[in-house]
C-alpha cells in the first residue's frame, strides 16, 4: 500500500484531530517541562529529572506528528499506556490507602484527563489494521 492511499484512509478531520492532540501534548509537556529542563537544582534533578528528560523527549517527538500523524501513532499510543500503568500501579494504590499526596494527585488528574482525552482521538480501527491484523516484517 502506498504512502498516499494510507493517508487517504482516514477524513482530513480525523488527521487534524490527531495533529490538534500532537500540539497539545507537545505544549502541555513543554508547559509542564521546559523551564525545570534548563533551570533546575541538584535535588530536581535527582528525583524529577528522568521523568522530565522522558517526558520532554516525547513532546519533541510529538512535533513530527504535527507533519506526520499517523506515522507517529505509536507515541499516542505509548502515551495512553503509561497514564494507565501509572495510575494503575501507583496513585490507585496510594488512594485506596488514604496516602495520595497533592502531587500525586495533580498528576494523577492530569493522567485520568489523558486517559479519558487519548482514547476518544486515536483512530482506533485504523490501529487494529495497521498494527494487530497486518502481517509482521520479517525478522530475517
Known amino acids: ?37 534548563f533551570q533546575h537544582s541538584d535535588l530536581w534533578a535527582q528525583r524529577k529529572g528522568e521523568t522530565a528528560a522522558l517526558l520532554s523527549g516525547l513532546a519533541i517527538l510529538c512535533v513530527w506528528g504535527l507533519r506526520y500523524p499517523l506515522q507517529l501513532l505509536p507515541l499516542l499510543i505509548f502515551e495512553l499506556i503509561w497514564k494507565t500503568v501509572w495510575l494503575a500501579a501507583i496513585a490507585f494504590p496510594l488512594w485506596l490507602n488514604g496516602a495520595i499526596t497533592p502531587g500525586v494527585q495533580g498528576t494523577a488528574e492530569a493522567c485520568l484527563m489523558g486517559l479519558v482525552l487519548t482514547p476518544l482521538v486515536l483512530p482506533w480501527r485504523y490501529i487494529v489494521q495497521h498494527y494487530f491484523r497486518k502481517p509482521a516484517e520479517r525478522f530475517r
Open 1 to 37: 500500500m502506498n504512502e498516499t492511499k494510507t493517508m487517504n484512509d482516514l477524513p482530513l478531520w480525523r488527521l487534524n484531530l490527531l495533529r490538534a492532540f500532537y500540539l497539545l501534548v507537545t505544549v502541555g509537556l513543554g508547559i509542564s517541562f521546559g523551564p525545570a529542563m
